[in-house]
């Protein structure tokens, strides 16, 4: 596996680690059940700190990705690509509901909220 | 106990290349005055431990002593307990001497042992007043200090000259090895511990809380 | 999660310098970093923490115990390096090693001497012969040799070139491989702890100004550079420290959400380095005196 930091691109560091494994686990690169390095190796591999690389596994541990186990270290999950998708659903779904308790503050209409996503939406294609 | 053995001998290690000069100091003697040969043991053992007093406290020496793991009182003890060694060393360095005097004609008289371990026991007593004002002083006032102490040696040779009528009792235990009057004796010994002790009390209380 | 290193309320007064009531736990099994100016009370601070001087008030536990009643205990379970050479001059390296493995239970002959190898030590060269950069080395041979569950290093950087820096770096990330493990680093040069650092001590003047995580700093501080027309008197008392020329302004701002609020669309906000935390929070602490 690699994963490869950078220090100047402003994403943090934690979301780095974060994206790059998911993004191994999501296209199969990594399978279930396969050991991920420990946190301490895998700072001093990376050469940053020990709570990045923990708070990295945490996230990785609540999106259901890895399991850690007590003494073990940690491995990617038993889950299947279906479930994984259905978790990362369901997160986008509670950030559209975020999304909507804060236009309806600002008494914002369902079609306004709709034309900005679509503009937004399009805007990232391009 | 360990602890004390690996600082003497750290003691041993730092002031082997001085100790060399003592050689040409023993042969210089030997020609010169050989018949005085009781007091010069007096010298290299003090001239041993102020050198290895100077160099524990020249750069940042004391800092490396004092992150040892060893507690302060042990460092200060250590450097009393060299005292014996030392002495020992000056006393063989001495008796080596005079055997070659001998052998070579210059000596003819037998071994003056009374004198000799005399003058080896007043070390010890003169190291008492050495200490203390080293932990005292520190790095700042150890110059001065040795200047001083290497005068009150000088001071101490010329006195065994004039022990006959200061100590005529002591000056009579040297010359025929008679006790006259015991009790003087045990004060005499007494004072003796009890002045040594006590250089120890008062260099541990300035050491015990100095900043480094 | 348990601490290594507990000041609690400590104070030493020196003539025109004093530490202010110091309390801080140090965490087990993390790199922490200690950081300020020069002057700021660091080395105070540490040889307070070995033992070295002895604090006015207060007291301070390592490994859980006093470190007056247990100094000994406790300095032979810490590795100390420091930026000064403290080791005998007139002695070779290997006569010095020597001199200090019989004080320690744990020494590591093969340890130090894949160490020395490492590092490049000539056994039979004096240590004065040594420059800066090998004394320190020879140091960390040392310290990492007794297999101490502390390293305290006081600006351990100071005299090493860029590569051997990193590779020491390197050596301080294996050390804490073992979660009993714990580094206490003081530094000025932050870009050292930017990387590896989990904690980092800021102090200024004697005062800590923070105990944090790295990982939270660059949450709560935010770098904002604009033009000078942003600035007004109700905006400029919301910077922990400021710096302006004639082209415009930079200045940190230690409550980032509202920080990027307001100048998100108006200035360039940015996630400041230690660095510059350290610069303008110095700088603005002057400013206020």
Redesign the interface.
């Known amino acids: 596996m690699n994963i490869v930091i950078s220090s100047t691109s402003g994403e943090p560091i934690y979301a780095q680690i974060v994206g790059q494994v998911r993004q191994m686990i999501l296209q199969g690169e990594l399978l279930s059940g396969t050991p991920l390095p420990s946190i301490r190796l895998l700072a001093k591999e990376l050469q940053i700190s020990v709570i990045t690389t923990k708070r990295a596994y945490e996230e990785l541990e609540r999106e259901g990705l890895i399991n850690s186990i007590v003494g073990k270290g940690s491995f990617v999950s038993g889950a299947d690509q279906e479930y994984i998708r259905e978790q990362r659903l369901r997160m986008v779904e509670g950030k559209l509901k975020e999304i909507i308790d804060e236009s309806r503050q600002l008494g914002m209409e369902y079609a306004e909220l709709a034309e900005m996503l679509k503009l937004l939406y399009e805007e990232e294609q391009e | 106990m360990h602890n004390s053995i690996a600082l003497i001998r750290k003691d041993f290690i730092l002031t082997r290349k001085f100790a060399l000069l003592l050689i040409p100091y023993f042969v210089l003697m030997l020609y010169s005055n050989a018949q005085a040969y009781t007091v010069f043991s007096l010298l290299p053992a003090l001239l041993l431990l102020i050198n290895a007093c100077t160099i524990d406290m020249q750069h940042n020496n004391q800092k490396f002593l004092a992150t040892l793991p060893v507690p302060r009182q042990q460092l200060i003890q250590a450097k009393y307990m060299t005292i014996i060694p030392l002495s020992l060393f000056s006393l063989i360095c001495t008796l080596i001497m005079y055997w070659i005097a001998v052998t070579l004609g210059k000596l003819d008289d037998p071994l003056r042992w009374r004198e000799l371990g005399l003058i080896t026991a007043v070390i010890p007593l003169l190291a008492s007043f050495y200490l203390p004002l080293y932990y005292w002083l520190g790095q700042k006032g150890m110059q001065f200090v040795n200047v001083v102490f290497m005068m009150v040696i000088m001071l101490s040779f010329t006195t065994f000259g004039s022990l006959n009528k200061e100590f005529p009792a002591l000056a009579q235990w040297v010359q025929n090895g008679k006790i006259e009057n015991m009790l003087l004796l045990v004060i005499g010994v007494l004072a003796y511990l009890i002045i040594i002790y006590a250089s120890y009390l008062i260099s541990s209380r300035i050491y015990m809380h100095k900043d480094i | 999660m348990s601490t290594v290193i507990e000041l609690n309320h400590v104070t030493k007064s020196y003539d025109r310098f004093e530490l202010k009531d110091i309390s801080l736990p140090i965490k087990e099994?993390?790199?922490t970093g200690l950081i300020g100016p020069n002057g700021a009370g660091k080395t105070s601070m540490i040889?307070m923490i070995?033992?070295?001087?002895?604090q006015d008030q207060g007291d301070i536990r390592v490994f859980g115990q006093n470190n007056h009643h247990e100094?000994?205990?406790?300095?032979?379970?810490i590795g100390?390096v420091?930026d000064?050479?403290?080791?005998?001059?007139?002695?070779t390296v290997k006569?010095m090693k020597?001199?200090?493995a019989?004080?320690?239970p744990g020494w590591d002959n093969d340890t130090y001497l894949r160490f020395q190898e490492q590092f490049k030590l000539s056994p039979g060269k004096r240590i004065k012969d040594l420059s800066k950069g090998m004394k320190i080395k020879f140091s960390l041979a040392v310290a990492l040799s007794h297999g101490a569950d502390l390293l305290i290093m006081d600006e351990p950087t100071s005299g090493l070139d860029p590569i051997f820096r990193?590779e020491m770096?390197?050596l301080l990330?294996?050390h804490?491989?073992d979660?009993k493990k714990s580094i206490l680093f003081s530094t000025h040069n932050t870009t050292d702890l930017?990387?590896?650092?989990?904690?980092i001590v800021f102090i200024n003047e004697g005062r800590i100004i923070f105990n944090e995580?790295?990982?939270s700093l660059?949450e709560r501080y935010l770098l904002v550079k604009g033009g000078k027309e942003l600035l007004d008197r109700d905006v400029r008392q919301w910077f922990v420290g400021l710096r302006e020329n004639g082209l415009g302004f930079e200045g940190l701002i230690s409550n980032r959400a509202e920080g990027e609020r307001y100048f998100r669309d108006t200035a360039i906000c940015?996630?400041p380095t230690l660095e510059e935390i350290m610069y303008y929070t110095v700088k603005g602490d002057e400013a206020h005196a």
């Open positions: 099994g993390y790199i040889k070995m033992g070295l001087i002895s100094q000994a205990a406790i300095r032979g379970r100390y420091s000064e050479s403290f080791y005998y001059e007139n002695v006569q020597n001199i200090i019989p004080f320690y990193r770096l390197e990330s294996e804490i491989q979660e930017d990387r590896i650092a989990d904690y995580m790295k990982e660059s940015e996630t």
